[in-house]
């Protein structure tokens, strides 16, 4: 459990890809975390390798109920409205730190095994069998298979989500930009306005 864990990063799509071995999910806005729990210490690693235990100990508190002593997640941290959406606003204020929960869509490694090299369609079992009896503060993404995925996008576009992530079902956990993680946007959600603004000063 001592190996680093670094996340895989989607790459943006044109579409949403719709043949049978693809897996969708509901992007959260939020912020990207890894989760690493090894006995009674849990750390909570960003995409630069900070540890953020500390700042948000709902999602610690969360993992150290589990059952299991040893497990590698990976999700996004968020603050949820009543209605259940996520609110950025919210999380980036600081003002909310100790509801923040984690929106679990992967796992890394369980008892001490890598499950880093197992194609998706066996790693979300594991993850599934982590969270069934999951404490609140981490809960498992939702997601759909096969030609749904534009329809899924349609839906989170029209309740004002940030978009969907597809994945392949039969490859790899690999660290950095995955041609096999597609991300397809919400074009009028904030966080789409907000990339734009990063890579403006940029391209000037």
């Given at each position: 459990?001592?190996k680093?864990?670094?996340?895989?990063?989607p790459v943006m799509?044109?579409?949403?890809p719709?043949?049978p071995?693809?897996?969708?999910e509901?992007?959260?806005?939020g912020?990207?975390?890894?989760?690493?729990r090894e006995?009674d210490?849990?750390?909570l690693l960003?995409r630069n390798?900070?540890?953020?235990?500390?700042?948000f100990p709902?999602?610690v508190?969360?993992a150290l109920?589990?059952r299991?002593?040893?497990?590698v997640?990976?999700?996004?941290?968020?603050?949820?409205?009543?209605?259940?959406?996520?609110?950025?606003?919210?999380?980036?204020?600081?003002?909310?730190?100790?509801?923040?929960?984690l929106?679990?869509f992967?796992?890394?490694?369980?008892?001490?095994?890598?499950?880093?090299s197992l194609?998706l369609k066996?790693?979300?079992?594991h993850?599934?069998?982590?969270?069934?009896?999951r404490?609140?503060?981490?809960?498992?993404?939702?997601?759909?298979?096969?030609?749904?995925?534009?329809?899924?996008?349609?839906?989170?576009?029209?309740h004002g989500?940030?978009?969907?992530?597809?994945k392949?079902?039969?490859?790899?956990?690999?660290?950095?930009?995955?041609?096999?993680?597609?991300?397809n946007?919400?074009?009028?959600?904030p966080?789409f306005?907000?990339?734009r603004?990063?890579?403006?000063?940029?391209?000037?």
């Amino acid at each position: 459990m001592s190996k680093p864990y670094e996340p895989a990063l989607p790459v943006m799509g044109t579409k949403v890809p719709t043949g049978p071995d693809w897996m969708h999910e509901i992007k959260y806005d939020g912020y990207r975390l890894i989760v690493v729990r090894e006995n009674d210490r849990v750390r909570l690693l960003t995409r630069n390798g900070h540890d953020w235990a500390k700042r948000f100990p709902f999602i610690v508190e969360a993992a150290l109920k589990n059952r299991q002593t040893h497990f590698v997640i990976d999700g996004e941290a968020v603050v949820l409205t009543m209605t259940g959406l996520p609110d950025f606003d919210a999380l980036h204020s600081r003002r909310h730190d100790d509801e923040v929960q984690l929106y679990a869509f992967d796992m890394l490694a369980g008892d001490g095994d890598d499950y880093r090299s197992l194609p998706l369609k066996l790693r979300k079992p594991h993850l599934a069998r982590l969270l069934a009896r999951r404490p609140e503060g981490i809960f498992a993404a939702p997601y759909e298979q096969g030609e749904i995925g534009p329809e899924l996008l349609r839906q989170a576009c029209l309740h004002g989500l940030e978009g969907t992530v597809s994945k392949h079902a039969d490859r790899a956990y690999r660290a950095g930009r995955c041609d096999h993680w597609i991300k397809n946007k919400n074009r009028q959600h904030p966080a789409f306005q907000r990339v734009r603004d990063m890579v403006a000063p940029q391209e000037q």
